[in-house]
């Protein structure tokens, strides 16, 4: 009878060790799982095209902290989305972004006004997420389609949001 109790015990112990490393091991593989985004996933306002209204319209796609926010990341961001526009961080002053457009010849002579249009208010809205940012000054050689400048969400009231 002994020895059926040592038996029972030691059954018991080893399939208690068991399951807690099975318990930690789906643990540690749930931990590691990294959701990846696509650029314009990872934007926090993106423009889209309203079909009934035929215009773009911006829309939020996530709530961030603004805490966490820095202007690098965004701009990084906004970057991958239009590989053919490239901003560049200057500082931020007060209430301002400055940023430049090195190679401004696509945004000002290829997108169009439209995608001029949709590039510029894309970018000042996820700039103006940035803690105490209200205006985006924007340094570049301007063309047909875009002037630079310093602009506000306000300025772009035809993207109504969504």
Same mark, same amino acid.
């Given at each position: 009878m002994?020895?059926?109790?040592?038996?029972?015990?030691?059954?018991?112990?080893?399939?208690?060790?068991?399951?807690?490393?099975?318990?930690?091991?789906?643990?540690?593989? &749930?931990?590691?799982?990294?959701?990846?985004?696509?650029?314009?996933?990872?934007?926090?306002?993106?423009?889209?095209?309203?079909? &009934?209204?035929g215009n773009y319209v911006l829309k939020q796609q996530r709530q961030v902290n603004t805490d966490s926010l820095t202007a690098t990341e965004l701009i990084t961001d906004i970057n991958a989305v239009w590989e053919n526009v490239q901003l560049e961080f200057i500082k931020v002053s007060n209430d301002t972004i400055y940023t430049a457009i090195p190679n401004s010849e696509f945004l000002t002579q290829r997108m169009g006004s439209a995608g001029a249009a949709e590039y510029m208010a894309t970018s000042t809205y996820n700039l103006t997420e940035l803690?105490?940012?209200?205006?985006?000054?924007?340094?570049?050689?301007?063309?047909?389609?875009?002037?630079?400048?310093?602009?506000?969400?306000?300025?772009?009231?035809?993207?109504?949001?969504?």
């Open positions: 002994r020895k059926i109790a040592v038996f029972l015990v030691l059954l018991c112990l080893i399939t208690a060790c068991n399951n807690e490393a099975v318990q930690e091991d789906t643990t540690d593989t &749930l931990a590691t799982e990294e959701v990846i985004l696509s650029p314009e996933e990872r934007l926090i306002w993106n423009t889209v095209y309203d079909s &009934l209204g803690k105490n940012i209200r205006f985006v000054n924007y340094s570049f050689k301007g063309g047909d389609h875009a002037a630079p400048g310093t602009f506000r969400r306000e300025d772009f009231r035809n993207f109504q949001q969504q």
